[in-house]
């Protein structure tokens, strides 16, 4: 048998095969026995990882029985221990029961002793507080009397302050009495120029603040206060007029008995403000509110009492600083509209003057324009007889071109015979 034949294993018969079928079955041969062999191998394989887990199994449960007899031991050995342990902690407990009884016992014992003794303190506090009570009626009988002493002794006492008072008050209206109006008019105007000179040289160094003495207008008033500010525009300017009067004078004089004149002297004066600075009335609950305005009467008139002459001035000038910032901004703004109306003047005077010019010119155009019409109609008229003198002249050119000798000569015998001549 070559290699091309097979022969089978069953019947013995011999088969011829060509190569490639040769080579599938042996391929198919060697497969199977691959196969064969490979699982022949897995089961050797198998059967001794088998027999390695039986093994580390047993292994495992003799490392772990011989753990737990140890651990078992172990136990025993605690349980024994722990017994010993507990009979002697129940040993120790007991003492500590007969120790905590017999303490027990003992604060019995202390505690009625401790009862006995806080009962001598109560007690002895007790008496300590009878004692003291004792003593605080004895310092309140003494106080009792020290007090009603000492209040007897006030009492007179009163009556000698009672009695210098009224010494004091007889002596006041005594010196009153002696002093004439106008005496305590100066003095108030004193106390007016003092208050104000305190303060010349710190708060008012552009101020003028003279008494009035100027009775050409058949009255004055007292006092004159100007300020102007450094370009000498002025400030304020105030009238005022200071008024008291004795307290037991019969004819009383109110405040407003003094407004007419007071209006007065401000107008004659050319002041911007009257003041009186009064203590008239001195029970009247209007003038005593402090500064009263009374320009409902009499415009830009005040009374006031003589603690607010200070205050009256500053506010007044205050207010006239204010004012002369808002003149001058208004100032401004007229020589700004001045300008504005100068402006518009120039405007005006020039639309004016363009819109003269302007008819004037419109007029000469209007002018110029029939002169222009009539010269083109003129040169219109030149143009056409220039033309027809044109054409004139073109047919007298052509009648001279066309004009020969011949036609000159003819029907001419005299003519053509000294043409005939010439020749």
């Keep these: 048998m070559n290699d091309n034949t097979v022969k089978c294993p069953s019947c013995n018969e011999v088969f011829k095969v060509d190569d490639s079928v040769y080579n599938t079955i042996v391929k198919q041969v060697r497969d199977q026995q691959f196969h ?22 047993s292994e495992l449960k003799n490392i772990f029985q011989s753990q737990l007899s140890q651990k078992q031991r172990e136990i025993d050995i605690l349980k024994e221990k722990s ?23 003992n604060a019995d014992t202390l505690k009625e002793l401790a009862l006995t003794n806080a009962i001598k303190d109560i007690e002895k506090e007790r008496d300590q507080l009878k004692n003291e009570l004792n003593n605080k009626e004895i310092e309140k009988e003494l106080l009792e009397k020290s007090l009603q002493a ?27 009495q002696k002093q004439s109006t106008k005496m305590l008019g100066e003095s108030l105007e004193q106390h007016c120029e003092v208050e104000f000179n305190k303060l010349r040289a710190t708060a008012f160094q552009n101020a003028y603040f003279e008494k009035d003495n100027d009775a050409s207008g058949g009255t004055k008033g007292d006092y004159i206060f100007r300020e102007s500010d450094s370009n000498n525009n002025e400030v304020v300017s105030i009238m005022f007029e200071m008024k008291t009067e004795n307290d037991i004078t019969f004819t009383k004089k109110k405040n407003e008995d003094f407004f007419q004149k007071l209006d007065k002297d401000r107008l004659q004066k050319s002041c911007e403000y009257a003041v009186l600075v009064s203590t008239l009335e001195a ?4 003038y005593n509110t402090g500064i009263v305005d009374v320009s409902y009467r009499h415009k830009k ?79 219109n008229k030149i143009k056409e007889a220039l ?31 000294k043409f005939k001549n010439s020749k």
């Design 301 to 379: 008139m005040y009374v006031i009492r003589p603690q607010f002459f200070i205050p009256m001035i500053t506010l007044l000038r205050n207010a006239g600083l204010k004012s002369l910032e808002y003149k001058q901004q208004l100032n401004i703004i007229k020589n700004q509209n001045i300008d504005i109306s100068d402006f518009e003047d120039k405007i005006i005077q020039f639309r004016d003057g363009f819109n003269k010019n302007y008819l004037n010119a419109a007029s000469q155009f209007e002018t110029a324009m029939v002169e222009i019409d009539k010269s083109i109609s003129h040169l």
């Design 150 to 176: 000492d209040f007897k002794n006030k009492l007179e006492n009163k009556d000698i302050a009672i009695q210098l008072k009224e010494d004091e008050i007889d002596r006041l209206k005594d010196f009153k």
């Design 36 to 57: 064969e062999e490979l699982n022949t191998r897995l089961d050797i394989v198998n059967n001794e990882k088998n027999s390695a887990i039986k093994l580390k199994e």
């Design 387 to 417: 033309r027809l003198t044109s054409t004139h002249l073109n047919r007298a050119n052509n009648k001279a071109e066309d004009l020969t000798i011949k036609k000159l000569t003819y029907g001419n015998p005299t003519m053509k015979e």
């Design 283 to 286: 029970n009247n609950e209007f």
């Design 83 to 105: 017994k010993a342990d507990l009979v002697e902690e129940v040993s120790k407990k007991d003492s500590q029961i007969r120790n905590l009884q017999s303490k027990l016992d």
